[in-house]
């Protein structure tokens, strides 16, 4: 098979991460394409973690890929691949090319390589090997050596690339690249293709910073005669001012989106989906639809960018759509750490009770573990400065009579609670907000909180009359 032929088999997509210490939201929209590819073709979507810089591959650097992709519930199949667990494989196939001819020894020492380098620099030339051991055979002994690739020097490339379409290059622009060091460690370039090749991967679906690396590996895998991928390269994220998506447009690990913006998982999934992807004029798209409809055809060619706006307005629609108990446990840590206590069962039942008038109000989980707390605190609970001066322009003496008007009140349900408000209103020639919203500032401490009679009824009446007397003295 070559590259530019349709593919017919089974489709293996792979998600292939060096660890950062997080899991990027470029990488995880990657990963997202790659696992809609697979699953719309009925194939299958693996993971490889490409750990081979030692330093950086800490444990924790790669449980935070793992965990951000469990929590975007992309699961992959089978086994995740560790690439530096591979090197002696990787070792092996740079030997079989030297013994079938498609490598070399390379003895040029560093310095040589360096005064190389600086000849073409002096002569504006591009810098790359210049082939000096390409046809020797007079090996020195005990001398170390790498592996270099004896790549095509005429002729071109041409990668029929899904996303930008065909992209040739001329082989003299590509050199003799190093497949292994001469201390036997295998280079990026050698890992990745004999990775890709030992999982099965078809479909190589990336950021297109890889598209030049493509050209170089598809000389290895046809020196190797493996079957070619198809590739497909993605334009990456920009920032809202054009600009590569970098630290200070906000947040780059998806964790951040989970801990500090409060976004649910589906909500940050349809978001990466519809960056770079359509379908049509389909703006909220659910997992199953994503799958039928997933095709590389319709990834755009240009960078998109990523605006924090629209995110929060998807995340506040799936916000809105999610269970209720859910969203109760994914508030509570942040609930319970502002109140300074554990939620008992009871304000579980509370909070689960009034949260679809909560969600009306909130885009993220930060809204909401804010604006359930006032439920929550005991009394006296603290006034923000709209309920103080609306607690000191309120009409004199109308706290009182509705303390008197609640006490009395046998049905504590919402409507009977804004009738008794409704009448009180009537009796003093007052409109219903002129009751209303010194009633809110005392049992909420704001000026702003769900429907009032739904907040008096969720709270109960010894609540409301005790929140009542609260305003009251102070
Ligand atoms: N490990 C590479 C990266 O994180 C990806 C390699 C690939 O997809 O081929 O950018």
């Known amino acids: 098979m070559s590259a530019t032929q349709a593919f017919t ?7 292939a991460p060096s660890p950062t210490g997080f899991l990027h939201i470029g990488g995880a929209r990657t990963a997202l394409f790659n696992y809609l590819f697979a699953r719309h073709h009925g194939g299958e979507f693996r993971l490889r973690i490409e750990d081979t810089d030692r330093a950086r591959s800490t444990d924790a650097a790669i449980a935070a890929i793992l965990d951000g992709m469990t929590w975007l519930d992309l699961n992959w199949d089978g086994e995740v691949v560790y690439q530096f667990s591979r090197a002696a494989r990787h070792a092996e196939v740079a030997h079989q090319l030297l013994a079938s001819g498609h490598a070399y020894r390379c003895y040029a020492t560093a310095e040589e390589l360096a005064a190389l380098r600086e000849e073409q620099r002096a002569a504006r030339q591009p810098m790359r090997y210049d082939g000096r051991w390409r046809d020797r055979t007079d090996w020195p002994n005990d001398q170390p050596y ?3 690739l ?7 490339v041409t990668i029929d690339d899904k996303v930008q379409g065909p992209v040739t ?3 003299a622009e590509l050199d003799d690249f190093v497949l292994l060091r001469s201390d036997g460690t295998p280079t990026y370039m050698l890992a990745v293709v004999v990775d890709d090749h030992d999982m099965g991967v078809t479909h190589v679906i990336r950021g297109d910073d890889h598209l030049n690396n493509a050209f170089r590996q598809l000389a290895l895998i046809r020196a190797l005669g493996w079957p070619e991928p198809v590739y497909a390269h993605i334009p990456l994220i920009h920032g809202s001012d054009g600009a590569k998506l970098s630290k200070r447009h906000g947040a780059l690990g998806v964790d951040a989106y989970r801990d500090e913006l409060g976004l649910l998982p589906e909500a940050v999934e349809n978001y990466l989906l519809r960056l770079g992807w359509g379908h049509g004029d389909a703006e909220i798209i659910s997992r199953d639809e994503a799958i039928q409809w997933f095709g590389l055809e319709a990834v755009g060619r240009s960078p998109s960018r990523f605006d924090i706006k629209k995110l929060e307005n998807i995340n506040g629609h799936y916000l809105r759509a999610a269970d209720d108990a859910r969203v109760v446990d994914l508030i509570a840590a942040r609930v319970a750490a502002t109140l300074g206590r554990d939620l008992t069962p009871a304000d579980r039942g509370l909070l689960q009770r009034t949260m679809p008038e909560l969600k009306k109000r909130a885009s993220n989980l930060n809204d909401l573990a804010n604006g359930c707390l006032f439920y929550l605190r005991s009394r006296p609970i603290p006034m923000d400065e709209g309920a103080i001066k609306l607690l000191a322009s309120a009409t004199p003496g109308l706290l009182d009579r509705a303390r008197e008007r609640f006490a009395a009140q ?5 409507a009977a609670l804004e009738q008794a408000a409704r009448d009180m209103a009537e009796q003093a020639g007052l409109k219903l907000g002129q009751v209303a919203q010194p009633l809110r500032a005392a049992v909420t401490g704001s000026a702003q909180s769900p429907g009032l009679f739904e907040v008096l009824e969720v709270l109960g009446k010894d609540e409301v009359l005790g929140r009542i007397d609260d305003a009251l003295v102070g």
């Open 410 to 414: 046998a049905d504590w349900s919402a």
């Open 146 to 148: 790498v592996i270099r």
């Open 169 to 171: 290059v001329n082989n």
């Open 150 to 156: 004896k790549a095509p020097r005429d002729g071109s």
């Open 9 to 15: 088999g089974k489709v293996v997509t792979r998600f």
